[in-house]
């Protein structure tokens, strides 16, 4: 009887179980803080999509494809046909960036489908106070992939119009030369926007699928402490949990196209000169 008493004093309520699996693995203070969970896996799925794409075209054959192979082809047509249908510049980079783009935001936005319980629990046994397994939840990862893509966008603004080409369409589009104030501080707050927004958006929609999966955890831990509604509330946690992950399968890859399409149509205007 103590020791159930002791146990249920130490159990977390349900904000902190909230806080604790919302938290990071962090090293550093201030503005270098440092997230080791999200820098951790991001480079690991990297490297699972890089290494297996390299095995299927390393062991392609112009045969009857593998279900993999198969898998890998119709993802590339894909990409591609999405880059010929809004990229109407000439550049090697475009498509293979967009293909790293898509997957690997794919392959990140999947880890929220993991039990929101299996790799915190993980993380106590080998010592970790905290572990976070889905990089697309992590602010400095999502805008960090949009400040890099934002990046890419000015070198081409400038490599392809030049710096006088660029800067005098910073000035006079779309209002004309008669307008140069108001086209600059437009075209300002445009670009800058975009990497915000860019990595707001997924970072917003990816966290607020976890924030849903930890709350219906919540719930179903709160319904398991009454005696009464122990089952009914394990069974609908379970099936609210159904629904909500076949709802959440659909945002996983819309956010991954949304974040590739977008890095495709801006790097497609900066290789548009304004005559």
């Keep these: ?35 080791l969970d999200s820098i951790f896996f991001s480079v690991l799925l990297g490297l699972i999509f890089v290494v297996s794409f390299w095995l299927a075209a390393r062991k392609a054959t112009t045969g009857v494809p593998g279900k993999f192979q198969n898998f890998v082809e ?9 880059v010929r249908d809004t990229f109407h510049g000439t550049s090697r980079i475009i498509a293979p960036l967009a293909l790293t783009i898509f997957c690997w935001i794919l392959l990140m936005n999947f880890m929220d489908a993991v039990p929101v319980d299996l790799f915190p629990l993980i993380g106590q046994k080998v010592g970790l106070e905290h572990l976070k397994v889905v990089p697309t939840t992590d602010l400095q990862i999502t805008l960090g992939m949009s400040i ?5 966008v000015m070198f081409y603004s400038f490599k392809i119009k030049g710096f006088r080409g660029f800067t005098w369409e910073l000035l006079t589009h779309p209002f004309g030369k008669w307008m140069m ?4 501080l437009l075209n300002l707050i445009e670009h800058l ?39 009914g509330g394990a069974f609908g946690q379970l099936f609210l949990g159904v629904i909500w992950a076949g709802f959440h399968i659909l945002v996983i890859p819309l956010q991954a196209f ?3 399409v977008l890095t495709i149509v801006y790097l497609s205007q900066a290789h548009e000169t304004h005559h």
């Excluded at 119709?74 to 999405?82: G, I, L, R, Y």
């Design 1 to 35: 009887m103590a020791a159930a008493e002791h146990a249920s004093d130490h159990a977390p309520s349900g904000s902190e179980y909230i806080v604790h699996h919302l938290g990071n693995l962090k090293y550093g203070e201030g503005f270098w803080t440092f997230n």
């Design 74 to 82: 119709t993802v590339v047509e894909f990409v591609d046909s999405q």
């Design 148 to 152: 890099t893509v934002f990046l890419i």
């Design 181 to 184: 104030p108001f086209n600059l």
């Design 193 to 231: 926007a975009r990497p915000v927004s860019l990595g707001l958006r997924l970072y917003g929609n990816l966290y607020a699928g976890e924030m849903i999966f930890l709350l219906l955890a919540v719930l179903g831990g709160s319904f398991a402490i009454s005696s009464l509604a122990g089952i």
């Design 258 to 260: 949304i974040f590739m």
